[in-house]
Structures are given as structure tokens and as C-alpha cells.
């Protein structure tokens, strides 16, 4: 496919959990081989966008479409095989397992369905795959230890990590640097823009600046509706997004 056309639509988008319309007719368009963030103020609807995306949560109304088929109402694991994966806010990997334990779980995905049920050790696409996370998300020194010992960074790393296991083809992280120091935001937001080079990233993060530095496009929501959307600087200069979110009083989260 050719890059700059939509990898992901989202038409007319609604679900309601008891009295709360949660996500309110929003649509949008992400672009493929772009970085697009969602933000908006605590409670705005972000996440539920993402369950509802993912087929972690069925809409009320609307239609996913995702690399030109209608998905609406698609399992997560249905769609993972299609190439959309996405991470957690809060962070989701086996504490009990080591780090290359979980990415290996994570690339078994990439198996022929034919080779399901061979040992793990004739799993040569998983393992080759492996290798490839451990280098690319700087965890070889990290590999036999538990995910449960790991610091912080190193999870959201990880959990990162596990979500690209199967090579998606649209990639979406819900507040990957969410607790981080400083330094952890900085070592994620060069992994993310490496991430993006090859795959499209559909991100949701509470840090506007790392929002405005990173992303080619930007969707505002505001109680469960699509307030805005545009380049950083439309966005940024756009006095309903000015009023609702970035003014006087507002946090940025």
C-alpha cells in the first residue's frame, strides 16, 4: 500500500456504558507511515477509543475499517493477525516470566498455524524475532531476568516491545510514558520515532510536548466527542483546544 493513505478509518464511533456516552460519533483517519496522538483531558475518552479499536470493547454505533476491511466488532486476537496490535496504560506483561520468556510468547504469533504445536525450540521464526526485539529495544543485557525486577522504564520498554512482537502494521500505544522519569520519557520518545519509521503508530500520551514533537497529525477529544484535529500547530493554535484543554487551569493529562 502506498504510504499517506489511511491505514485505520473510524466512522461515526459510539459506545455507552450505562448513562455515560463514552465515545460520542467520533471519527477520524490515520494516516499510514504517520505518528497520530490522541489527547484530551482525563475522562475525554481516549482509552475507550483504543478498546474500541483494538475489539477489546464492541460499539454501540460506527465502523472500524483497518487496511481497507471493515473491522467493527473484530476479536483482538483476529485483528493482531491482521497486523493491528496496541499496548497498555497500565502496564501488562508476565511478572513472573523473563523478559525474553514474554517476547517470545508475544513472536509466537508469527508461527504458521501448521507449526502450533512443535516444541518452542523449532520455533525458528519466534526466536529469530526475538533476537531482533532484544536488540532493537536495548533488553539483551535485561533477557533472563524477570519482568517483575525490572525498573519502571524497562516494563513500559518491554510491554512496547511485546506489542510489536508480531510486526503490526499499525501500532497503538495508550500512554507509554505514563509514570516515567524524564530521562525514561526521552529514551521512549526516540524508541517510539524509531518505531515509527517503520510501522504507523496511533498514540495516546499525556505529555503534550512529547505529543507536539512527535506526531504529524493530532485528534483532540473532549467529553467523548472529537473536539479538534490537525498538524501540532493547528491544533496547538486552535481556541476551542486553547479553552477546553491548554487553558488557564487545565492539566495536561
Not at 51 to 61: D, K, T
Not at 134 to 159: I, N, P, T, Y
Request: with cysteine; hydrophobic share 45%; charged share 25%.
Amino acid at each position: 500500500m502506498i504510504a499517506g493513505v489511511p491505514i485505520l478509518e473510524v466512522r461515526d464511533l459510539s459506545v455507552k456504558f450505562g448513562a455515560l456516552l463514552a465515545v460520542d460519533d467520533v471519527s477520524l483517519s490515520v494516516r499510514r507511515g504517520a505518528i497520530t496522538s490522541v489527547i484530551g483531558p482525563n475522562g475525554a475518552g481516549k482509552s475507550t477509543l483504543f478498546n474500541l479499536v483494538s475489539g477489546a470493547v464492541p460499539p454501540r454505533s460506527g465502523k472500524v475499517l483497518f487496511d481497507g476491511h471493515d473491522v467493527t466488532g473484530a476479536r483482538p486476537e483476529q485483528l493482531v493477525r491482521m497486523g493491528l496490535s496496541r499496548s497498555f496504560q497500565i502496564t501488562n506483561v508476565f511478572p513472573e516470566l523473563t523478559v525474553r520468556e514474554n517476547l517470545r510468547l508475544a513472536a509466537q504469533v508469527l508461527e504458521p498455524r501448521s507449526r502450533a504445536f512443535l516444541p518452542t525450540s523449532a520455533s525458528l521464526v519466534t526466536q529469530a524475532r526475538v533476537e531482533e526485539l532484544l536488540r532493537s529495544f536495548h533488553l539483551s543485557d535485561r533477557e533472563d531476568e524477570l519482568a517483575g525486577v525490572l525498573s519502571h522504564g524497562e516494563q513500559r520498554r518491554l510491554e512496547i516491545a511485546v506489542a510489536a512482537a508480531c510486526r503490526p502494521k499499525l501500532l497503538l500505544l495508550d500512554e507509554p510514558t505514563q509514570g516515567m522519569s524524564q530521562s525514561d520519557t526521552q529514551d521512549t520518545a526516540t524508541l517510539i520515532r524509531e518505531i515509527g519509521k517503520a510501522v504507523t503508530i496511533l498514540l495516546i500520551e499525556h505529555d503534550i510536548d512529547l505529543v507536539m514533537e512527535l506526531s504529524q497529525h493530532v485528534v483532540v477529544l473532549h467529553q467523548g466527542k472529537k473536539l479538534a484535529e490537525g498538524t501540532p500547530a493547528e491544533v496547538r493554535g486552535n481556541p476551542a483546544v486553547e479553552a477546553a484543554y491548554f487553558g488557564k487551569g487545565h492539566a495536561a493529562n
